[in-house]
């Protein structure tokens, strides 16, 4: 349930369309701007680099670095 772990950041395995959670909690912080990203609302990752972005813009620039 997306709700356990109230306040704690979730650890998460990312999938291509998907994601598995490894251990409880309802938000992830983006790789590059440091924002929390709420469970909920998580759209966007890297299965490659295994890293969570709050928005397009975020993931794009994360493409752009490598």
Same mark, same amino acid.
């Given at each position: ?10 650890? @998460?395995?990312?999938? /291509? ?13 983006? &790789? @590059?701007?440091?924002?929390? @990203? /709420? ?14 972005? +709050?928005? &397009?813009? +975020?993931?794009?620039? &994360?493409?752009?670095?490598?």
């Amino acid at each position: 349930m997306l709700m356990s772990g109230r306040g704690r950041e979730a650890k @998460i395995h990312y999938l /291509p369309g998907t994601f598995r959670l490894l251990s409880d909690g309802d938000h992830v912080r983006c &790789a @590059i701007t440091g924002a929390v @990203i /709420p469970l909920e609302q998580l759209r966007y990752w890297s299965v490659a680099r295994q890293e969570a972005y +709050a928005d &397009a813009a +975020a993931s794009q620039e &994360a493409e752009r670095r490598g």
